[in-house]
């Protein structure tokens, strides 16, 4: 069974340049979420969608950040004028359900912004 | 703020014997406490859980003890194994997970 994919695996982006992430959640997952994780930091939290709907993005860092899950599956998330504090690993990770603690990750997409 | 803390940033143990990894967390809303397991390049793999209702929760080499009163959860690995050296991260479920910062665990053979 495939777990969580995403890509690409590594993003070099000149500042000021817009960059697309992309998940590939866990077929039959309903949840789905965003994490940022700096360098040396645990993830954090961005965003969250439960099937196609956007239920939380209180984590976003800034409205240069968006992201969508159209058809309750496949999630990108875009990054509009990339800043160099934009750089990180962006993870995502899908679950059965809400209510299912456990979460599973894929590799995620290294970031650099230059 | 961070909700979740792990106070040691990396652990040496020797191969066979007990890695011990601690957790913090300041909200007591917390009812599920999960750990993680990451390689380089690779994306934090599930470990073990434990809901906020036990104190302990097994599974093979690994043990999780939670004490709610204190705040405060420990990993336990026995016997560790050169395999295990790998970033651990505690994390506390509200919904999304918070995690700590990790911790680097290395087992020397």
């Known amino acids: 069974g495939a777990g969580v994919s995403q890509s690409p695996r590594y993003k070099v982006a000149k500042r000021g340049q817009d960059v697309a992430l992309r998940c590939d959640p866990i077929s039959g997952h309903v949840s789905l979420f965003w994490y940022q994780q700096a360098l040396g930091q645990g993830p954090e939290f961005l965003t969250y969608?439960?099937?196609?709907?956007?239920?939380?993005k209180s984590g976003l860092p800034s409205d240069r950040f968006f992201a969508e899950r159209p058809e309750g599956s496949v999630s990108t998330l875009k990054i509009q004028r990339t800043q160099q504090e934009d750089s990180a690993v962006y993870l995502c990770?899908?679950?059965?359900?809400?209510?299912?603690?456990?979460?599973?990750f894929g590799p995620g997409t290294r970031l650099t912004v230059t | 703020d961070q909700q979740v803390k792990q106070n040691s940033p990396s652990l040496s143990v020797q191969e066979g014997r007990i890695s011990i990894l601690n957790c913090d967390y300041t909200n007591s809303m917390f009812d599920y406490f999960l750990w993680y397991k990451k390689y380089p390049a690779e994306g934090p793999t599930f470990l073990i859980s434990i809901s906020s209702i036990k104190d302990k929760n097994e599974d093979g080499r690994f043990t999780v003890f939670l004490n709610k009163s204190a705040k405060h959860l420990s990993l336990h690995i026995v016997p560790s194994q050169p395999g295990d050296s790998a970033v651990y991260f505690c994390?506390?479920?509200?919904?999304?997970?918070?995690f700590g910062k990790g911790t680097s665990l290395l087992v020397t053979p």
């Open positions: 990770a899908s679950s059965v359900y809400r209510g299912t603690y456990e979460q599973y």
């Open positions: 969608f439960q099937n196609e709907a956007q239920l939380d």
């Open positions: 994390a506390a479920s509200g919904y999304a997970l918070n």
